[in-house]
């Protein structure tokens, strides 16, 4: 999948001269290289950076260029760089060690950070790791371990207080708040082409309105154990933080739980067993509640708000595709969402 129209060589020269200006004529950049799975949003370059007799393994994030038809309409880095400090800092959680954010466009034609390279296994998301590999072939109580461990990665970070200053780089607070920007994503990114089926999601969600949503608290947006990094069924490394809010921790926790659903119902479809007793609800609300003191509710609301968010991303992701000729533009609008099935599913709950 075609994820960046920049080319390398470039953007070497562009890096070696930016780091010359932060740290010393000194300074090298190594060849760039994007991640076999360069993620589907902001671009990823690897690089080793030395200066001073000094060599550090970097991983660089770029908002995406704008012919590459992005996923999103806004990229916040200045938030995504704050929100990996302060989980690092004040959470103890292990997000990346940051190193510089450049705000300015001129360096490389979009603004960007930097941080250092953690190193670990992540379970893939192509192929899926529910078809099979090191998590999907591991023993019963090494997947219940990192389960449970990923589990408290988000308990850490919602349990962690942030002052009100902290919290407002995140946007406003609320569930209500929160849909309503997923509807304004939704319509910016499919207003000219109305997905029928996401449609009836968000009138779903209106009908089923919790009565009592919250409390709310820092969300760290796209909680699913592909953002997470392992060593011996453990994480080292906690990324990708674009999709940072404040609202109710359900939101994380549903996030979660659908998306290894989606993978897990994509495996079956296939014919293969995957992994059904991963990631269930009862067990991922039973490890939080006793992480937190926390008692998750309303959860079929919060899961089908992640099954319709996750089909707004991949109905864009599937546009993009179409744009670079990668796969044809369905007759069905419905038929751009991958997991149409569930989502008519969940409707009928």
């Known amino acids: 999948m075609r994820t960046s129209t920049r080319d390398l060589h470039e953007l070497r020269e562009?890096?070696?001269?930016?780091?010359?200006g932060k740290v010393g004529r000194d300074a090298s950049v190594s060849e760039l290289e994007r991640p076999t799975d360069n993620g589907m949003s902001s671009e990823t370059l690897?690089?080793?950076?030395?200066?001073?007799?000094?060599?550090?393994?970097?991983?660089?994030?770029?908002?995406?260029?704008?012919?590459?038809?992005?996923?999103?309409?806004?990229?916040?880095l200045r938030s995504q760089f704050e929100i990996m400090r302060l989980a690092r800092e004040k959470a103890g959680i292990p997000a990346p060690r940051t190193l510089w954010f450049e705000p300015d466009p001129a360096p490389l034609g979009s603004p960007f950070f930097v941080m250092e390279r953690a190193e670990g296994l992540v379970p893939p998301d192509v192929l899926p790791y529910t078809f099979g590999g090191w998590l999907c072939e591991a023993a019963p109580e090494d997947q219940r371990r990192l389960q449970e461990a990923s589990v408290g990665v988000v308990a850490a970070l919602h349990r962690t207080p942030f002052t009100p200053d902290e919290l407002a780089l995140f946007g406003p607070s609320g569930l209500r708040a929160h849909v309503d920007a997923q509807y304004a994503y939704y319509r910016w990114a499919h207003g000219k082409r109305p997905i029928p089926l996401l449609e009836r999601a968000f009138a779903w969600l209106e009908a089923h309105w919790p009565e009592q949503p919250g409390p709310d608290v820092l969300l760290w947006g796209d909680a699913r154990i592909g953002n997470l990094m392992f060593r011996d069924f453990v994480p080292v490394a906690?990324?990708?933080?674009?999709?940072?809010?404040?609202?109710?921790?359900?939101?994380?926790?549903?996030?979660?739980?659908f998306l290894h659903r989606f993978f897990q119902d994509l495996t079956v479809a296939?014919?293969?067993?995957?992994?059904?007793?991963?990631?269930?609800?009862?067990?991922?609300?039973?490890?939080?509640?006793?992480?937190?003191?926390?008692?998750?509710?309303?959860?079929?609301?919060?899961?089908?708000?992640?099954?319709?968010?996750?089909?707004?991303?991949?109905?864009?992701?599937?546009?993009?595709?179409?744009?670079?000729?990668?796969?044809?533009?369905?007759?069905?609008?419905?038929?751009?969402?991958?997991?149409?099935?569930?989502?008519?599913?969940?409707?009928?709950?």
Request: glycine letters at 6%; proline letters at 7%.
């Open 46 to 76: 690897f690089f080793t950076a030395t200066w001073e007799g000094r060599r550090t393994r970097c991983v660089a994030r770029l908002a995406p260029a704008g012919e590459a038809v992005p996923v999103f309409p806004d990229y916040d």
């Open 270 to 349: 296939m014919g293969l067993p995957g992994m059904p007793a991963f990631m269930r609800t009862e067990d991922v609300c039973r490890t939080y509640r006793e992480l937190t003191g926390h008692e998750p509710r309303d959860m079929g609301f919060y899961e089908m708000y992640a099954a319709l968010r996750h089909g707004i991303i991949m109905a864009r992701i599937w546009q993009r595709r179409v744009h670079f000729g990668e796969q044809p533009d369905p007759d069905d609008p419905d038929d751009l969402v991958l997991h149409r099935a569930t989502i008519e599913q969940l409707l009928t709950t």
């Open 238 to 257: 906690v990324l990708d933080w674009e999709m940072a809010a404040v609202g109710p921790r359900e939101l994380d926790l549903s996030w979660m739980i």
């Open 14 to 20: 562009q890096v070696t001269a930016w780091l010359r």
